[in-house]
């Protein structure tokens, strides 16, 4: 069957430090894969997008690996913040327009 | 751009009641509209897919007459949940596309549904 797998324990880092955040799935081949934040209550907010046939994206502080054979994309957030504190989540498109998402993994950035 | 409302952002029932949520893109002209459900420290889960104008697909697992879905034009869809029960009690977010290159899909802000 399939499935997305994000580290459901929560990571905590220090300030400055750089988050890594992993995706694995398994049984798919998606075209696209997506990162969105989401903050407790509200609705996940879109980051990145990378393409099957592109290994690494960068947007401002964030970077975004895939890597089709492992079948695993990497989430950095470079120099943390506290505001970066969230939940990150992972998302899939299995077929048509539609996306899976994973559980998330909820990071959080001390002082 | 790309902004998705919700309304209401909270409701309380009860069981028994049904409750309708709105779903509206605010400055653009949504192809699809999605409505997910969300549990305490779980994912989102996809319940259907809504086209204007065209009935919903919902996913497997999701009854169709329980959960409502209207879309009547390219800014607007509604999910109404018949008769509630406190089962039903979770975190509804919708999003919308364009329909671009990506799909890339727009979300709200979520509506939290408590049923007594």
């Known amino acids: 069957s399939q499935k997305i797998e994000q580290n459901s324990e929560a990571l905590n880092i220090q300030e400055g430090k750089t988050a890594t955040l992993t995706c694995n799935y398994t049984?798919?081949?998606?075209?696209?894969l997506q990162w969105y934040r989401q903050d407790p209550g509200r609705g996940p907010v879109f980051l990145l997008l990378i393409r099957e046939n592109e290994k690494e994206k960068r947007k401002e502080r964030l970077k975004v690996t895939f890597d089709t054979t492992l079948k695993q994309s990497l989430f950095h957030i470079t120099a943390s913040q506290p505001a970066d504190s969230a939940t990150y989540l992972c998302?899939?498109?299995?077929?048509?327009?539609?996306?899976?998402f994973g559980t998330g993994t909820q990071l959080k950035v001390e002082l | 751009g790309a902004v998705v409302s919700q309304h209401p952002s909270r409701v309380i029932c009860k069981s028994g009641t049904s409750v309708k949520i709105e779903c509206r893109s605010l400055d653009f002209q949504a192809t699809t509209m999605f409505w997910y459900r969300q549990f305490p420290k779980q994912s989102l889960m996809l319940m259907a897919t809504?086209?204007?104008?065209?009935?919903?697909?919902?996913e497997q697992g999701v009854e169709k007459d329980k959960f409502l879905i209207n879309h009547a034009s390219l800014t607007l869809s509604t999910l109404t949940v018949t008769s509630a029960h406190p089962e039903d009690s979770s975190f509804y977010i919708c999003?919308?596309?364009?329909?671009?290159?990506?799909?890339?899909?727009?979300f709200g802000p979520g509506t939290r549904l408590t049923v007594l």
């Open positions: 999003s919308a596309t364009t329909g671009g290159e990506y799909n890339e899909q727009f």
């Open positions: 809504s086209n204007e104008g065209s009935k919903a697909t919902y």
């Open positions: 998302a899939l498109t299995g077929g048509g327009n539609k996306l899976t």
């Open positions: 049984n798919y081949s998606p075209a696209y």
